[in-house]
């Protein structure tokens, strides 16, 4: 319980800053946790993990550019993979629902 206003007393925005954004990430993992059950419900549990496996890497670039942490091949595969399985995702998605029986025209 020592440890957070020990970190509080040494974080640079100060000690408001520090729990403004801890409050922050609280909201915001809130939010992103709704915005999952929502992919679930009006998608699929297929498209949620869809959408979560592309922010890990987007994760990484944007680590990359903000905060200038080198970029690795641990992290160019990781996009790329993430990249690749989006793609075939809709690619999939679009494929189906073209040759869908609902959707040919006699």
């Known amino acids: 319980m020592r440890a957070i206003p020990g970190e509080a ?6 000690k408001a800053g520090y729990y403004l954004l801890l409050a922050g990430t609280a909201v915001m ?4 946790l709704l915005g ?3 992919a679930v419900f009006y998608g699929s549990a297929l498209l949620a993990g869809v959408i979560l496996t592309v ?3 987007i994760t990484g670039v944007l680590a990359v550019l903000f905060f200038h942490e080198s ?3 641990t992290k160019g595969v990781s ?3 993430a990249v690749w399985g989006f793609v075939s ?3 999939g998605e679009t494929h189906t629902h073209l040759n869908s029986p609902t959707n ?3």
Do not use: C, K, S, V
């Not at 007393?9 to 100060?14: I, S, V």
């Not at 993992?29 to 992103?32: D, P």
């Open 9 to 14: 007393q040494e974080f640079g925005l100060g």
């Open 29 to 32: 993992y809130q939010l992103f």
């Open 36 to 38: 999952t059950i929502g």
């Open 55 to 57: 922010l890990i890497p």
């Open 71 to 73: 970029f690795n091949g």
């Open 79 to 81: 996009l790329a993979l």
């Open 89 to 91: 995702y809709f690619y």
């Open 104 to 106: 040919l025209q006699i």
